[in-house]
Structure formats: C-alpha cells, structure tokens
C-alpha cells in the first residue's frame, strides 16, 4: 500500500475511497497534493484491479477549497502557466482513467477543488456542499480545466454567470444545473456514494472503460466519435465479458465478468 501525506486511501471491497487529505488547509491543493494524486492516477494505481474510485475531502467542511493560495501568490507568468498545465495534465489523468471515479462533495468544492470534482465521471454531494470558480475575486482565472469542463457539464450560459461572478452555490442549485448528479444528507453521502460505485463495479470492466473512451472522445479534437465509438465496440466484442454478458442474458443468470 502506497502512503501519502496529503492524501489517505481505504479499500472497500472492490472500491476504492481517495481522501484529500489538508483538513487545517480546508484541503487546499498544494504541490505536493498535486504531485501525490499524479503519482496516484498515473503510477501507483495505474493497474489497479478494483472496479471504481470514490474522491473525497477530509473533514465535515470541504472537498478542496480550490488551489493553495499561499502557493499562487507570487508566481510569475511563466510559473503560473507551466503550474495550470500541469494541474491541468493531472485532472486529465482522473478523466481519462480506466476505471470510474465518483466524486463525494463533502463540503466546499471552490475553484480547482470545483474542477477536480468537475474531471470525476460522476458527482455525489452532500446538501452542505458548495460550488463555485471565485477565481475572479482573486483577479484571476481557473486554470485547471473550469473554462472547458463547466460549461461542458452546464452550458455557456450558466457557466458564464458563475465563472464572471465568482458566486458560490448549493448543492441543490449544483443539481439543478446538472452540475452534480444527486444531492444526499451529509451522514449519507459515502454510503450513497459506495452503493452508486457497487452498481457500477458490477458492470463489464472493458465496457466501462470503453464508455469512458467514447465519451471523452467526443470532446477531444480531431476525434471522430462516432468513428471511436464503432471501433471500441468491435474491440470489446473480441472479450471475455462480451461472451460472458451474452451468454448470462440468454441463460438468464447473473454475469461474472473478469475484465478479459
Ligand atoms: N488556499 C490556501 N488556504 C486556504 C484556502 C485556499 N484555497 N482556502 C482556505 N484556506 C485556509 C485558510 O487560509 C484558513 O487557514 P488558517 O486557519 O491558517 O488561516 C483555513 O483554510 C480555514 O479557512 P477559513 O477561510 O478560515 O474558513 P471559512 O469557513 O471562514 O471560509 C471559505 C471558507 C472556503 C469560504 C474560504 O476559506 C475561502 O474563500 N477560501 C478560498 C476559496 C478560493 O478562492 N478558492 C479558489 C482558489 S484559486
């Protein structure tokens, strides 16, 4: 088991519960936040054999209150760009990954906070959680994917509003908006969560994976989604699982698939 400062881990059965881990920092995400959950996507778990990823913050109080503060005062141009690129590269790594990831919104979801749960597959909130890109208060912008990835989820209306305002909403106008997916109590929030990622575990590997692909695909540039979509699906139906799914419905029995 890897072990981290910023971030602690949980196993539950096939699940797997990432805490962002800065309580005293309302889990701001610092550098060596950022630097553990790269190594977390892209290293450490790469070949992780669980079937989904629950993000969440430590504490009652936030998810992660956007990017260290303390840390962007000061940068300069150069920094400040090579430091949104790379933030950038992380969430895309969460987006891209091959397994689902929720995210459980605990409280606060401010600035990169809003945009890590943004690059989850799926969000879970808490009615005490809060949304938004203040970015503007401090006289800057969001630089890990706000600008792309808010008004991918809400449309370039509503996303307008809350990225030129800065305004802070709850969790049932995040819903409403389509910003979130549900919205539970507070005590609810990981149970809900763990139940909407045992439903999804269940499911075929490859096929979550490929869904995963697809859609992606059809905010990447240059990718032709239809085109990706018919190609993922001829690879799929060379699995295991595509037999073993098949044949289940047919001999009207539950499916066990293996991700082969
Ligand atoms: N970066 C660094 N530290 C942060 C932080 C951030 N984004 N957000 C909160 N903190 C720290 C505070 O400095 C404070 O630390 P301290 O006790 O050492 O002073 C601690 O977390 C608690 O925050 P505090 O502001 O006292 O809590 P609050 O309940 O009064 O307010 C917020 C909560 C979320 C409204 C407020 O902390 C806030 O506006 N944070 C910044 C949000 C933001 O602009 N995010 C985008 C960044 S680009």
Known sequence: MNTYQTLTTEI???????TLNRPDALNALNTMMFDEIDAFFS?????????????????????????????????????AETLSAKGQRIFALIENFHLPVIA????????????????????VAS???????????LGIIP??????RLVQLIGKGKAYELLLTGEMIGAEAAHELGLVNMVTAPDDLIVTALRLADQIAA???????????????????????????AKTFGEIADSKDFVEGTSAFIEKRKAVFTGR
């Open 12 to 18: 539950k059965g096939d699940v797997l519960i990432l």
């Open 43 to 79: 290293k450490d778990h790469q070949s992780f054999s669980g079937r989904c990823i629950i993000i969440t913050g430590s504490g009652s109080k936030a998810f992660a209150a956007g990017a260290d503060i303390k840390e962007l005062h000061g940068l300069n141009s150069a920094q």
């Open 104 to 123: 459980a919104v605990n409280g606060f979801a401010l600035g990169g906070g809003c945009e890590l749960a943004m690059a989850c597959h799926i969000r």
């Open 127 to 137: 009615q005490q959680a809060r949304f938004g890109q203040p970015e503007v208060n």
């Open 143 to 148: 630089g890990y994917g706000g600008t792309q």
């Open 203 to 229: 499911k075929g590997p490859l096929a979550l994976k490929g869904v995963i692909r697809c859609v992606n695909g059809y905010f990447t540039p240059g990718v032709e989604g239809y085109g990706l979509e």
